[in-house]
């Protein structure tokens, strides 16, 4: 009989600052006993030292060929970049930011759910909790990078941020949008938009949403405001499946939707460049979370369930679906940590999924 031979994966591991270096290990920590348990493929993390502490000793968050490093890889899991002593918008632009646009991952990706054994803040959403999907345009809009400072330190001071909005990163977004959505059973998507105000960009937008929406007529799709869609959220949060929207709009609600499921803790992320022609990077939604970094209590799921997407996009839905699985029996039993409502530490949490892959999916001797 022929033996079919496992698949094996190189990633690059970037866990870069604060929370992001716990989380990442915790998700590595999860992933190898998933594949030494499974059998079914092979993994291997190379760890790759970009972040703060590269930026302070070289003057820049990422070495030249940075991107064709990465482009050796199958996939990237990354943690998160901030420090509290450089500004943000250096430590973005100088990291996440300088992989995102180059490599074209224009497809953000952030399922949104509550997991058993925990709850939603909000007295409208009951026990079965929210599973939505929010699609964010990853490589323009509001993050192009566009506009310039002049008249620095005058009364006339001037910035501008230009958003950029051009047909072509419309139009594969909404594609992807719309097949994202007609693969749910819902098959459901609304198109948030700002068209009010913005009449320009955000009316391209609308615009090329409803020349697309004409090859999906099995999706059922509306437009909404993102201020409308704010209130709709707490309102009637059972109205809503899929949701597309702006790279800056996305940012926010996706944040608004993490936490009215439980908690920004267990947000994952997946950045997808759709035509595989580069490696995707999947990440945790939060950040650097200075409040709680070192004290062992962040949320290891946001970064675990970013790494079961991340096997997902290399094919490995079984051992994801697995992954899954493990993650759910974990809350259900009640092992969580604060921001989830329990007293359990990452490592506890990190301990008690590894016990259930075990559990569950040893093979028999
Ligand atoms: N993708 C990224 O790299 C990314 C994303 C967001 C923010 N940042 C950076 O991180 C730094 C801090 O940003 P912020 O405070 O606005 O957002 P944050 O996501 O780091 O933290 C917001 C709040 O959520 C909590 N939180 C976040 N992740 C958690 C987890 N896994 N478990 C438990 N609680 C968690 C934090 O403790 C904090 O109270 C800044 O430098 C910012 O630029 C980076």
Redesign the pocket.
């Known amino acids: 009989m022929a033996v079919t031979p496992k698949s094996h994966y190189r990633i690059a591991s970037i866990p870069a600052d604060?929370?992001g270096q716990e989380?990442i290990g915790a998700a590595i920590e999860v992933v190898n006993a998933l594949a030494k348990t499974l059998q079914t493929f092979t993994i291997e993390f190379e760890h790759l030292p970009w972040g703060t502490s590269y930026y302070k000793g070289h003057g820049r968050y990422i070495p030249e060929g940075a991107l064709d490093t990465l482009r050796s890889f199958d996939a990237g899991l990354f943690g998160?970049?901030?420090?509290p002593d450089v500004p943000?918008h250096i430590?973005?632009w100088g990291l996440?930011l300088a992989i995102r646009g180059p490599l074209q991952l224009y497809a953000n990706v952030r399922p949104v759910r509550t997991f058993p054994g925990t709850h939603s803040p909000l007295k409208t959403i009951d026990e079965r909790g929210v599973d939505w999907m929010i699609i964010r345009e990853n490589s323009e809009g509001e993050y192009a990078g566009q506009g310039g400072r002049s008249h620095l330190g005058q009364a006339w001071e001037t910035a501008t941020e230009v958003a950029i909005f051009t047909r072509i990163g419309i139009e594969r977004i909404m594609r992807f949008a719309f097949e994202t959505a007609q693969s749910r059973p819902a098959k459901r998507l609304t198109v948030v938009t700002k068209s009010n105000s913005m009449r320009n960009g955000m009316v391209l937008w609308d615009e090329v949403a409803l020349e697309v929406s004409k090859d999906f007529p099995d999706v059922q799709w509306d437009k909404m405001l993102v201020d409308a869609m704010t209130v709709r959220m707490i309102a009637k949060p059972y109205s809503i499946d899929t949701i597309v929207g702006t790279n800056l709009h996305m940012d926010i609600i996706s944040d608004m939707a993490a936490a009215l499921a439980g908690?920004?803790?267990i947000a994952p992320s997946s950045n997808l460049d759709p035509t595989r022609k580069n490696p995707s990077l999947f990440?945790?939604v939060?950040?650097?979370?200075?409040?709680?970094t070192g004290k062992g209590v962040?949320?290891p799921i946001?970064a675990i369930w970013s790494a079961a997407e991340m096997l997902r996009w290399l094919r490995a839905s079984e051992a994801a679906d697995k992954l899954m699985a493990s993650i759910e029996r974990v809350c259900q039993s009640g092992t969580l940590?604060p921001?989830l409502g329990g007293n359990a530490t990452t490592t506890d949490v990190v301990d008690a999924i590894i016990n259930d892959i075990y559990q569950f999916y040893r093979l028999p001797d």
């Open positions: 604060g929370i989380v998160s970049v901030g420090a943000d430590s973005l996440l908690s920004i803790g990440e945790p939060h950040g650097s979370a200075f409040d709680i962040a949320n946001a940590t921001d």
